[in-house]
DNA sequence: GAAGCGTGGTT
DNA sequence: TAACCACGCTT
């Protein structure tokens, strides 16, 4: 009985079926889970397998130009993660054999991959009994299992990693995620279908908040490991920089059209952050200047 | 219009 | 060490 039980008989019945959960290859996994860091499963599910038709093993991808990369990425935004598979793919095959570590620091150590994604591949790649904690296992952990605010990060990655049944990481893993991407989400949970909720009397149930009555401030206001607010996008930087590397996959960029190509005015302003906005691209490995004054992708 | 979100660089 | 901010696109 308890928690993990009930999760994990949940996970049984509710088994989501995903592409890339039928899969072990490391490298498969990689990309998967860096392109589900930031991009909603329904928009990674179709390019998924695409972009693996393309880019099969690191050693193909380290091989190809990171423009090809950044091309096979369309649609999915935060264009620098397809830079960074790219410089990841370089070192694998420059420095671990072209075979991803199964080594926390090793991976931890490779561009773009952080705790998340290094824990995901170990628990969903190499099957190991680690605590893969983002933030919507964050807020399973700081309501179901705390049931109270969650101090700091290590606090947090102590509990994910404390609560891995052993030898049952994956499933477990698998389980927490889901819990806190369908039913136990930020704004609100739905305690009617959760499997750690009490129904009715009789049972306890196995969730700390609800057991408490679900008393106010909710656990994740604050909590470590929970994602904040967003800055607006409409009018941003950030929205300026897709709609400029949109134009690059299709064909390089006078520097004089710019602003068009970021969408906006021709105005001194306008001008000033086109300039900005090419340069933090350029900064970023996402494109070059050449020799004929064209911004390009590399 | 707003929500969703991990990494890396900086403080 | 830990918090903060920039980074995109879809529904």
């Known amino acids: 009985m308890g928690l993990q039980s009930d999760l994990l008989a949940w996970a049984e019945r509710s088994r989501r079926d995903l592409p890339w959960r039928r899969t072990r290859d490391p490298w498969a996994v990689l990309v998967s889970e860096l392109m589900l860091q930031q991009t909603q499963v329904a928009r990674v599910a179709p390019r998924w397998a695409d972009f693996l038709e393309r880019f099969p093993t690191a050693s193909e991808c380290a091989a190809a130009s990171v423009g090809d990369v950044v091309r096979a990425w369309e649609g999915l935004g935060y264009n620098r993660r397809a830079v960074s598979l790219h410089r990841t793919a370089v070192t694998v095959v420059e420095r671990h054999g072209a075979r991803l570590p199964a080594d926390l620091r090793a991976l931890q150590a490779l561009p773009g991959v952080g705790p998340y994604v ?6 969903f790649a190499f099957e190991q009994d680690v605590g893969v904690l983002d933030t919507n296992a964050a807020r399973v952990l700081a309501r179901a299992v705390a049931g109270r605010r969650l101090g700091t990060r290590a606090e947090a990655q102590a509990m994910a990693d404390s609560l891995v049944p052993a030898s049952r990481g994956w499933v477990w893993n698998q389980a927490v995620l889901d819990l806190g991407a369908l039913v136990c989400t930020r704004r609100r949970p739905d305690c009617g279908r959760c499997p750690l909720a009490r129904h009715g009397a009789g049972r306890r149930g196995s969730c700390r908040w609800d057991a408490a009555g679900r008393p106010e401030p909710d656990p994740v206001e604050g909590s470590a490991g929970v994602a ?3 800055t607006p996008f409409v009018g941003s930087d950030r929205q300026g920089r897709g709609r400029l590397v949109a134009a690059l996959r299709r064909s390089p960029v006078p520097v ?5 190509a970021a969408g906006w005015s021709t105005t001194e302003d306008g001008q000033a952050r086109a300039r900005r906005i090419a340069g933090s691209l350029v900064a970023d490995g996402l494109a070059v200047v050449g020799a004929d004054g064209c911004l390009r992708l590399p």
């Open 118 to 123: 290094a824990r995901a591949v170990l628990a």
């Open 256 to 260: 004089t059209e710019l602003p068009a």
């Open 228 to 230: 904040g607010r967003q």
